[in-house]
């Protein structure tokens, strides 16, 4: 990917797309990319094109969605810790989209039916929208690295550079219920208490910091 942190900040949630097809080239990466995910973690990631019905529902229209024909399904084997994985993995999806000039939005409940296949012990754990958008989103109000981290004055830069990059992370309602801890060269990541999708956004956020801070500069507590 080009500079992460760079992809952080234009990356925005965006709802509305152009009818405007996603071309040949760029599902062959975003999908070889998914594959390698799969791989990775498990997990049983789709990606399905061309297909405007889930994103046409009534909820989808009360979430606001317009012209979505696109989008990536995170599906997996029930499991502990399923919910945090799809949110990591997912990420990393999104930002390989950002980097190919495509907008995404996380959607938890504002959409139908999807065509996904979810096998036997398998659970469909949330959808991202994905297109062209109509625009590239805006920036939203974001909390600062003190209400989220013990991040010292002192702290090493990785570290300070992992909660930025958090902080950059979508979150479900923008709520950034999340909390960094340092000790030594071991953080430790937990989610809010009360909130909705706290464990989704978890992995959201250790996604943005792992790649901010750099795997070799810590090891997860």
Known sequence: ???????????????????????????????????????????????????????????????????????????????????????????????????????????ALTHGKSKAVVGEGETEVILIALGYGKTQGTARRSKSPEEVSNAAPDAPAWFRRGVEAALLAPTAVNQQKFRFSLDGDKVSARAGRIGSCLKIDLGIVKCHFELAAGKENFTWA
């Not at 996603?22 to 990631?45: C, Q, V």
């Not at 499991?79 to 995404?104: H, I, M, P, W």
């Open 1 to 107: 990917m080009e500079n992460v942190m760079e992809l952080m900040k234009k990356r925005h949630s965006v709802r509305q797309y152009l009818d405007r097809a996603i071309p040949a080239g760029l599902r062959a990466e975003l999908d070889g990319y998914a594959a390698e995910l799969n791989r990775a973690s498990g997990l049983h990631i789709q990606i399905l094109y061309d297909e405007p019905v889930c994103f046409s529902s009534r909820l989808a229209r009360y979430g606001r969605f317009q012209n979505c024909a696109n989008y990536i399904a995170m599906v997996g084997p029930k499991s502990d810790g399923l919910e945090e994985r799809c949110g990591f993995y997912g990420e990393l999806l999104v930002l390989k989209a950002q980097e190919l000039g495509l907008n995404t939005c996380w959607a």
